[in-house]
């Protein structure tokens, strides 16, 4: 028989599979070379150093991201609203970037910390809400996503900014780009930031399953009375774990203010950083390794698909349609479930 | 006076952002009443936009000024379909419903603009040319007062909203049909002893909540945007959901929700005009609608209780 932790690999890997089968079949349909459009998606991510900087570029937020749904998941929660904040992680790391003067050793990591904690504020009010008065914490996040997206506009213009739509540049001490990193990969926007991700992976996988608080977190995740009658508080468990989550992406925001554009512009709508970090979670089995495997597919499908259109003639968007295909079958898994379970009665 | 004065102008405009978020709102009712969660209204609304779009952009040579209308019929049936995804998933294949919505959001975007390059060679399409246009009443607007501020210079989609959500209302509460999808939201498992097949109520309920969600991007599309692109629907989607939790669920307080909402829309668009808003930040009435809902659910304006067995997947036999 197969074990769950076999369908763990078996099922995100047969939905990547099945995902870019769906691709292939559409470049088909519309009379495109599906090999010329994936060949191009590979060269548009690894084609050269330039575009393999552009990849850890994008890699670096899915990744952060991915941890916060990941982890949200984890201890029972569904954090839809990464997205909003990620906008509260960026607008306090750029606010941070240009108003202090501070040597880098303290000015970069404030700049993080203030992010993290923007974003786990931001975590709070669905968790608090929650706990308290029990409220479904998807439709808060969601709720919360446009209030934040709205409200750092707001901030853009009439706070950070003199009515403008972007801020000044964040100071050299606060950023996470360096020349040398730039110039080894091609000039791209290829920043620091990926030691940061790599660290909040480790941090996240040692929290949840090396410590006591961590099993605490994940209890109340499996079965909220029986932690409870184990005595663990839940309420506080639950804020805690969105806390934590909204930390990620408030730390997602961060990469984004404080690496690839170094200031924050008015936007129109959502970055995606945040629907997409619920992709890599699930991709990821919503582990801290996986998710940041997930996160790199990801991130190279995004960056790659940019170079579809103009080697190819396929449009990139052809990749949204693939992830979304690949999230539909991790996520009706059931149905993988259920052929792999008959193909093997079969044989016997 | 001055009220009257500011709800004579602003009246037309409350109404015409309101209808695309009424007719999505009484989508997310249908669905969420029979127990499936439906995050994917946005991808449904950008699937009927795109859809109504695009056939307005082909047909209205053939079909002239009944172009429209018909734009929002093949809206809903595209989208209606277009939604099977999201029952199939949810309903049949146990998927997690919030997931499945997320997923029909991107895929609604990649195939709309996917399309869109393939068949007009950009990611944004012309204006179309037979959209909706304003009208004013015969009659009705001689009345005094309200003539002006809900029978001039507003469109015929506005009324077929309001219209949809009193059948809407009438179709869940006072048919057999209605009970039948109340009672599968609330106790699936008590529905299915009594004889009602689950699985085939909520596919319906979906795929209603896809046709109405598809008109609602039409109506948004034909009447507001005029032409589609990836970023035609931004955010009317979740709006719709809002409005769907803050009306507690009820087709009726949906509608209201809805034109609550369209009317702190056009405030925030209009509102500059008015002395006594001048003062007031815009983005107070733009976060308006999602501050609220979010206090509706904590309840400090009202409770709002959702369907009980909302968001859950049935599965015959489980206790």
């Known amino acids: 028989m197969f074990s769950n932790r076999l369908f763990n690999i078996v099922v995100p890997i047969v939905s990547v599979l099945l995902g870019l089968i769906v691709g292939a079949i559409i470049m088909l349909f519309f009379g495109y070379n599906p090999i010329e459009g994936y060949l191009a998606l590979w060269n548009g991510a690894f084609g050269n150093m330039y575009f393999f900087g552009e990849t850890i570029r994008q890699t670096i937020p899915l990744i952060l991201t991915g941890l916060a749904v990941a982890f949200a998941f984890r201890t029972g929660l569904f954090n839809i609203g990464a997205e909003g904040q990620v906008f509260v992680g960026w607008v306090s790391a750029v606010w941070v970037g240009i108003s202090f003067d501070l040597p880098a050793i303290i000015h970069l990591p404030l700049a993080i910390l203030v992010a993290a904690f923007a974003g786990a504020l931001w975590g709070f009010i669905p968790g608090f809400l929650k706990a308290t008065r029990g409220v479904h914490e998807v439709i808060v996040t969601i709720m919360l996503n446009y209030t934040a997206l709205y409200s750092s506009n707001y901030l853009i213009r009439n706070v950070l900014s003199e009515g403008g739509d972007r801020t000044e540049p964040i100071a050299e001490t606060a950023s996470l780009r360096t020349a040398w990193l730039s110039e080894t990969f091609g000039y791209s926007q290829v920043h620091w930031g990926f030691v940061v991700a790599i660290l909040m992976a480790v941090l996240m996988w040692f929290l949840l399953e090396k410590t006591t608080y961590g099993y605490e977190l994940r209890a109340v995740g499996f079965n909220e009375h029986a932690a409870n009658y184990a005595g663990i508080s839940v309420k506080k468990s639950i804020i805690v774990s969105m806390m934590i989550s909204g930390a990620f992406a408030g730390i997602a925001g961060a990469m984004e203010g404080l690496g690839t554009f170094r200031y924050i512009y008015t936007h129109a709508s959502f970055t995606n950083l945040g629907f997409d970090g619920i992709a890599v979670a699930l991709l990821g089995a919503n582990t801290a390794l996986g998710s940041s495997l997930a996160a790199l597919l990801f991130g190279s499908l995004k960056v790659g698909s940019l170079r579809m259109p103009p080697l190819s003639g396929v449009p990139s968007e052809l990749v949204e349609i693939v992830i979304a295909v690949i999230i539909f079958f991790v996520a009706s898994s059931y149905l993988i479930r259920w052929v792999t379970l008959r193909l093997k009665k079969g044989e016997k | ?319």
Do not use: C
């Open chain 2, 1 to 319: 006076m001055q009220i009257i004065d500011l709800l004579q102008s602003m009246m037309p405009m409350v109404l015409f952002y309101s209808a695309p978020l009424i007719f999505t709102a009484l989508g997310g009712v249908f669905s969420e009443r029979s127990g499936v969660v439906n995050i994917g209204l946005e991808g449904l609304m950008v699937i009927g936009a795109f859809a109504g779009i695009t056939f307005n952009l082909g047909f209205a040579d053939t079909f002239g000024s009944l172009t429209p209308w018909l734009s929002l019929v093949v809206a809903a049936i595209v989208a209606g379909i277009f939604s099977i995804i999201h029952a199939v998933a949810a309903v049949s294949l146990r998927a997690d419903q919030v997931v499945s919505g997320v997923a029909i959001n991107m895929m609604a975007i990649g195939i709309g603009v996917f399309l869109t390059r393939e068949w007009y060679g950009k990611g944004q399409t012309d204006s179309i040319i037979e959209p909706f246009y304003t009208r004013t009443i015969p009659v009705l607007s001689d009345i005094p007062i309200i003539g002006d501020m809900f029978f001039r210079g507003t469109y015929y989609t506005s009324y077929v909203a309001i219209g949809f959500a009193i059948i809407a209302w009438f179709v869940l509460y006072k048919t057999p049909f209605g009970l039948q999808l109340r009672s599968v939201g609330e106790h699936p498992m008590a529905a299915d002893t009594n004889g009602i097949n689950v699985t085939k109520i909520r596919y319906i309920a979906v795929i209603l909540s896809g046709m109405l969600a598809g008109i609602g991007g039409a109506t948004y599309a034909l009447t507001i945007s005029l032409s589609f692109g990836a970023a035609t629907i931004s955010g009317q989607g979740f709006m719709a959901l809002a409005a769907v939790i803050f009306g507690k669920w009820h087709p009726l307080g949906a509608m209201g929700a809805a034109v609550f909402f369209g009317f702190a829309q056009s405030l925030s668009i209009v509102g500059r005009s008015f002395p006594f808003l001048q003062n007031v930040p815009t983005v107070y009435l733009i976060i308006a609608p999602y501050v609220l809902t979010i206090l509706a659910l904590a309840g400090f304006i009202g409770r709002a209780e959702a369907p009980k067995a909302n968001g859950v997947p049935y599965i015959k036999g489980s206790r």
